[in-house]
C-alpha cells in the first residue's frame, strides 16, 4: 500500500535532506584567513573576494537601495579624501519592494551592475539597523520587513527568490530576531529554532542554485547565554560562510553587550568571519573586538547624520576635548550655540567638509533644512568612521592597542 503523506514523514524526509548538507564544504567565492589574535582577544584577518582584499576588522558602507545615503559614488571616492573599504551592506527593506525581484530577475545582471557597484564586495541583511526594529510581527514561516508601502510578510521561499536575482556576494540567512532586553524565555527558544529552521531550508533551496553564493547564519538568542550558545552551535553545524551576531544594539548596557557577544563567538569556529550589526560608538567596539567580532554594519555615521550630528573623534586617534558629556562621541549641530561659531566642525581633520565650511555654515543648513546639510555631514562622518578604523587596524599592527585604547576609553 502507498503510505499516507503526513506531516511527520514530511518533516522526517527533510531531516534527511538536511543532515546531509550539515558540514558540506562548499566552493564559496570568499576567503577568510585568521592572521592574529592579541592579548585582548581582537581578531586580525584577511578577508579576499573577487579581486578585493580587507583587512579586519573593517565596516560595512551603508546604503539605501543601493545607494550610500546622501552622497553619489562620484562624492564619495572623490571629495571625501580617505580610501574606504569597497564593501557595502544592503539592507533587504530598501531593495526588496523595488527594484524587487521580478525587476532584477527581469535585468538578469544583478544588484552589482544593478547600482553601479561592480566594484564592491556586497553583503545582504535582513533588516536595516539606520530604522528602528518593529518587534512582535514575525510568524511561524515569515518575517516582517517594512518598506515604503508598509508591511510585507518574507518567506524562505520568497527571500531565496531574490537572492538569487540579487546576485549579491554574500546575505544574512532569514532570522526571527526578538528585542533583546525583557524578552521571556520562551519566546527566546522559539526565536532560536524557527531561526535555524530558516537556515536548514535556506541551504536545501541554496545548493540548487547555479550560482556560488555565501551564506551567513544569523546568531539569535537574546540576552539568554545558554540560547546564544545554542544558536551559535547549531548555526556552526551547518554550511556556511560566516555568522551574524544579530539581537545587539546600542541601548543595551556595555557589560551586556560584552557577555552576549562572548556567549556566541566562544562557541563558533575560529576561521570563519563575524560580523556585529548595530553598534558603532568607540567604546562599542573596541567591546566587540575584544569580544571576537571581525566586521561592523555602517548604521553608526548614516544614524548620527540623520540627527544633524557630527562624529567628533580625533584624527589623532582620540575623543575631541569639547564634547558634551551627555552627549557621546559627536556634536549636535543643530544647537543655537553653533549659528556664530566660525570654526571647523573638528579641528584638525582632513575632511573636504572640514577643510572648506564651518560648524556655522552647517547650523544654517540643518535650520534652513537644505539638503546640502546631510551631504556635508555625511561626508565628515564617514570620513571620521572610517579614519577610526584605518588606526584601529594600524595600532593591532603596530602591537601598541592598549595605547590607542586608552585615548577613548579609559583603561582599569
Known amino acids: 500500500?502507498?503510505?499516507?503523506?503526513?506531516?511527520?514523514?514530511?518533516?522526517?524526509?527533510?531531516?534527511?535532506?538536511?543532515?546531509?548538507?550539515?558540514?558540506?564544504?562548499?566552493?564559496?567565492?570568499?576567503?577568510?584567513?585568521?592572521?592574529?589574535?592579541n592579548s585582548f582577544g581582537v581578531r586580525s584577518g584577511k578577508l579576499a573576494l573577487k579581486s578585493n582584499s580587507f583587512s579586519t576588522p573593517f565596516f560595512l558602507l551603508p546604503t539605501r537601495g543601493g545607494s550610500v545615503p546622501h552622497v553619489t559614488q562620484d562624492v564619495l571616492e572623490n571629495y571625501s579624501n580617505v580610501n574606504f573599504p569597497k564593501a557595502v551592506q544592503i539592507p533587504l527593506p530598501t531593495v526588496y519592494e523595488t527594484p524587487g525581484t521580478e525587476v532584477l530577475q527581469h535585468y538578469g545582471h544583478g544588484l552589482h551592475k544593478f547600482a553601479n557597484l561592480e566594484r564592491y564586495f556586497m553583503f545582504l541583511s535582513i533588516q536595516d539597523e539606520?530604522?528602528?526594529?518593529?518587534?512582535?510581527?514575525?510568524?511561524?514561516?515569515?518575517?516582517?520587513?517594512?518598506?515604503?508601502?508598509?508591511?510585507?510578510?518574507?518567506?524562505?521561499?520568497?527571500?531565496?527568490?531574490?537572492?538569487?536575482?540579487?546576485?549579491?556576494?554574500?546575505?544574512?540567512?532569514?532570522?526571527?530576531?526578538?528585542?533583546?532586553?525583557?524578552?521571556?524565555?520562551?519566546?527566546?527558544?522559539?526565536?532560536?529554532?524557527?531561526?535555524?529552521?530558516?537556515?536548514?531550508?535556506?541551504?536545501?533551496?541554496?545548493?540548487?542554485?547555479?550560482?556560488?553564493?555565501?551564506?551567513?547564519?544569523?546568531?539569535?538568542?537574546?540576552?539568554?547565554?545558554?540560547?546564544?550558545?545554542?544558536?551559535?552551535?547549531?548555526?556552526?553545524?551547518?554550511?556556511?560562510?560566516?555568522?551574524?551576531?544579530?539581537?545587539?544594539?546600542?541601548?543595551?548596557?556595555?557589560?551586556?553587550?560584552?557577555?552576549?557577544?562572548?556567549?556566541?563567538?566562544?562557541?563558533?569556529?575560529?576561521?570563519?568571519?563575524?560580523?556585529?550589526?548595530?553598534?558603532?560608538?568607540?567604546?562599542?567596539?573596541?567591546t566587540a573586538i575584544e569580544s571576537g567580532i571581525d566586521v561592523f554594519d555602517g548604521s553608526y555615521p548614516h544614524v548620527c547624520t540623520a540627527r544633524g550630528h557630527a562624529i567628533h573623534w580625533s584624527t589623532e586617534g582620540s575623543l575631541a576635548n569639547d564634547l558634551d558629556p551627555q552627549l557621546g562621541c559627536f556634536i549636535d549641530l543643530n544647537c543655537e550655540k553653533f549659528s556664530d561659531d566660525l570654526t571647523p566642525l573638528l579641528a584638525g581633520c582632513s575632511c573636504y567638509t572640514c577643510t572648506k565650511f564651518t560648524r556655522s555654515y552647517v547650523h544654517h543648513l540643518l535650520a534652513t533644512r537644505e539638503l546640502l546639510a546631510s551631504v556635508l555631514l555625511m561626508i565628515h562622518n564617514l570620513y571620521q568612521y572610517s579614519t577610526f578604523f584605518d588606526l584601529l587596524r594600524s595600532a593591532l599592527k603596530n602591537d601598541n592597542y592598549r595605547q590607542f585604547k586608552s585615548l577613548y576609553v579609559p583603561m582599569t
Open 1 to 37: 500500500k502507498k503510505r499516507k503523506k503526513t506531516w511527520l514523514n514530511t518533516y522526517t524526509e527533510k531531516e534527511k535532506k538536511i543532515n546531509k548538507l550539515r558540514n558540506k564544504n562548499y566552493i564559496l567565492k570568499m576567503e577568510f584567513l585568521l592572521e592574529a589574535v
Open 130 to 286: 539606520a530604522t528602528p526594529p518593529r518587534p512582535g510581527y514575525n510568524e511561524e514561516k515569515s518575517v516582517s520587513i517594512w518598506t515604503g508601502s508598509g508591511r510585507h510578510k518574507v518567506n524562505v521561499k520568497d527571500y531565496m527568490d531574490f537572492v538569487k536575482a540579487s546576485q549579491v556576494d554574500c546575505f544574512e540567512s532569514l532570522c526571527d530576531t526578538p528585542p533583546t532586553e525583557e524578552t521571556a524565555a520562551k519566546k527566546v527558544k522559539k526565536s532560536v529554532d524557527r531561526t535555524v529552521r530558516f537556515l536548514d531550508e535556506s541551504l536545501l533551496l541554496l545548493k540548487d542554485f547555479d550560482q556560488q553564493l555565501n551564506i551567513f547564519g544569523a546568531i539569535e538568542g537574546g540576552d539568554i547565554k545558554d540560547e546564544r550558545r545554542r544558536s551559535a552551535i547549531e548555526t556552526s553545524q551547518r554550511p556556511v560562510a560566516g555568522f551574524v551576531i544579530e539581537g545587539v544594539n546600542q541601548k543595551l548596557a556595555k557589560q551586556s553587550v560584552r557577555v552576549i557577544t562572548m556567549a556566541a563567538t566562544n562557541s563558533l569556529p575560529v576561521n570563519k568571519l563575524r560580523i556585529l550589526p548595530g553598534v558603532g560608538s568607540p567604546e562599542d567596539i573596541f
